[in-house]
């Protein structure tokens, strides 16, 4: 099974034919579906109060996802910052959270994204309401 960063897989069976010695080969196209991350603040953020956004998605495949990292930014909540992650397993709910402090008040939106070296850009973001 081959995972690219497009999201397209191949899946390539290729058999020998103990009497023959012929093979045969056959090749599946297929596009996966990524999960979408969800976000989800905490509360009621304040300017120059920590909050806590919470961020979750549902591992598709049956392996094992490695080299995992979460980027996470909001102009006015959070620079952009990159985390590293654990190793996430096969059907794994992942749940991560992330504190910040607000800059400035008024609809604020924190995105984020989720990769890993079998998985890319599964993203999600939020809007938030940020009072003075």
């Not at 969800?38 to 998605?57: I, L």
Request: glycine residues 6%; contains cysteine; charged residues 25%.
């Amino acid at each position: 099974l081959g995972i690219l960063d497009t999201g397209d897989g191949v899946d390539l069976d290729e058999t020998v034919i103990k009497d023959t010695k012929q093979t045969w080969s056959e090749e599946d196209d297929f596009q996966l579906i990524k999960p979408k991350l969800s976000v989800e603040v905490k509360g009621y953020p304040k300017v120059g109060q920590a909050c806590q956004a919470n961020f979750s998605f549902q591992n598709p495949l049956n392996i094992a996802l490695n080299n995992c990292s979460f980027s996470v930014e909001g102009p006015g909540l959070q620079r952009p910052k990159v985390i590293q992650y654990r190793d996430v397993m096969p059907n794994e709910l992942v749940t991560f959270s992330e504190f910040f402090t607000p800059k400035m008040a008024g609809k604020r939106k924190i995105m984020a994204s989720f990769t890993s070296n079998q998985l890319t850009e599964v993203i999600g973001s939020t809007s938030v309401h940020v009072s003075e």
